[in-house]
Nanobody, 127 residues
Framework: VQLVESGGGLVQAGGSLRLSCHASGRTLSRYAMGWFRQAPGKEREFVAGISWNGGITDSADSVKGRFTISRGNAKNTVYLQMNSLKPEDTAVYYC?????????????????????WGQGTQVTVSS
């Protein structure tokens, strides 16, 4: 699976961005998907995740109520809608795919659980 993120950019505090993650090589139908971010000098952290069937979502406390993860109808796209952005949201954002198999419906917040990663897209929020 190859993952490509898009939609990053520079935005003022309080603004919104919508990140997209498009998969090629195979569909994401049996993969849980996650969004992570990494700021300079910090570890990569979980932002939001969604199970393969869309039935379970999870997000970090720091983005709850502001960010929403969703899956596209085409089964190979995942989105992260980011509202009310803050300067502390500035980071490189990565999408990742976690193979779920045929029976597991869950969202993992650990980067080690994910099998495939995109190259990242920069989000910069100015104050």
């Amino acid at each position: 699976v190859q993952l490509v993120e898009s939609g990053g950019g520079l935005v003022q505090a309080g603004g919104s961005l919508r990140l997209s993650c498009h998969a090629s090589g195979r569909t994401l139908s049996r993969y849980a998907m996650g969004w992570f971010r990494q700021a300079p000098g910090k570890e990569r952290e979980f932002v939001a995740g969604i199970s393969w069937n869309g039935g379970i979502t999870d997000s970090a406390d720091s983005v709850k109520g502001r960010f929403t993860i969703s899956r596209g109808n085409a089964k190979n796209t995942v989105y992260l809608q980011m509202n009310s952005l803050k300067p502390e949201d500035t980071a490189v954002y990565y999408c990742a795919a976690d193979w779920s198999g045929d029976t597991t419906v869950e969202v993992n917040s650990s980067p080690a659980s994910y099998d495939f990663w995109g190259q990242g897209t920069q989000v910069t929020v100015s104050s």
